[in-house]
């Protein structure tokens, strides 16, 4: 058994209900299982072998399903109502009486698997509806707590229950998550813009000018030299900025499929976004704060432009520029000069 008390106990100092605290712990405890499963490099087991598609459409990974079978596994006695998985078309009952509702991705960024780059679990903890829809349907604010599990160098939580950020890594010899900064912060100021740039032809044009701002570096618009990331990786691109600062743009564009973005709304961008903020960043679908929107069903994909507060209310004010002032020839939009 994966002793967990010292991470339950910071949590309910933190405000967390018993019952968040203690399904935050089972949650913990499945996710040092993965990591060691995901240390010995798939031997003995095909980790990054495509096992087919899930409900969505997506490429399913041995490992999505090893990790969605453990995570439902330990929720019996937890708390938990109703389960909404990446993995799984509808929400399964786990307890009729439970008070939660929890929507989790239980392995993001599988593509990665088998390159060994960082990937990881996402989870959204949500009071419990009579059904389904009624509990992960409304608007993201109403998450009770949200996080995630990184497995990188380093197996990292991070974890919000709505008075700020922790942040806990793995130790490896006792199986604990144990507590190395009690207040994460987004830094304000970055220099680094992550977006996946074969897309450009795809994107709307105020997403476009607001990359050639950033690549037209100190002589452009922004008045500073930046870099690029992309990693493929929500849990990676989270993490790089909650700890260095930056944005991640995920837009909509025009490609059949990518209208209204590709991440998913319910159990990807609503926790992602509840930690960002809590951290003192800004989440948003380009314009609207994400914590406003509620899905209009379990799998419903957004636009997601979240980091540093400035840098994502720029990208905003960006969508509210007249046509002619976002055109490439417009080389000035003096406005937003930092």
């Known amino acids: 058994m994966i002793h967990i008390t010292r991470l339950q106990e910071h949590l309910l100092l933190t405000g967390a209900e018993p019952v968040v605290a203690g399904l935050i712990g089972a949650l913990a405890e499945v996710a040092a299982e993965i990591s060691r499963l995901i240390a010995r490099g798939g031997i003995g087991s095909p980790l990054g072998a495509a096992v087919g598609r899930n409900s969505d459409g997506d490429g399913q990974k041995a490992l999505d399903v090893i990790a969605d079978e453990a995570f439902a596994a330990i929720l019996p006695g937890k708390g938990v109502r109703w389960l909404a998985s990446e993995e799984r078309e509808g929400a399964t009952q786990i307890d009729p009486r439970g008070p939660l509702a929890l929507a989790i991705d239980p392995l993001d960024g599988s593509s990665n698997i088998d390159v060994n780059v960082s990937i990881g679990t996402i989870f959204s903890i949500r009071p419990a509806g009579e059904t389904p829809q009624e509990s992960f349907l409304a608007p993201a604010r ?197």
Request: proline fraction near 7%.
């Open 142 to 338: 109403n998450q009770l707590a949200a996080g995630y599990v990184i497995y990188g160098p380093q197996t990292a939580l991070l974890v919000t229950c709505g008075a700020g950020v922790s942040h806990y890594v793995l130790e490896p010899a006792s199986g604990e998550f144990l507590l190395v900064n009690e207040v994460v912060r987004v830094p304000p100021r970055a220099t680094e813009f992550a977006i996946n740039a074969s897309n450009f032809r795809h994107w709307s044009k105020p997403v476009r000018a607001y990359i050639d701002d950033c690549l037209s570096g100190e002589a452009g618009p922004l008045g500073r030299n930046y870099n690029m990331r992309w990693i493929a990786s929500l849990v990676a691109e989270t993490h790089r900025i909650l700890m260095r600062g930056g944005i991640f743009l995920y837009p909509a564009d025009a490609r059949p499929g990518y209208q209204h973005g590709r991440l998913r709304l319910v159990y990807e961008c609503a926790p992602i976004a509840f930690l960002i903020e809590q951290a003192g960043g800004r989440a948003t679908d380009g314009a609207d704060p994400i914590l406003s929107l509620a899905a209009s069903g379990l799998h419903d994909r957004t636009p997601f432009v979240f980091g540093s507060a400035e840098k994502v209310a720029r990208v905003a004010a960006y969508h509210d520029l007249p046509e002619a002032e976002i055109s490439p020839l417009f080389g000035i939009r003096g406005l937003f000069k930092t």
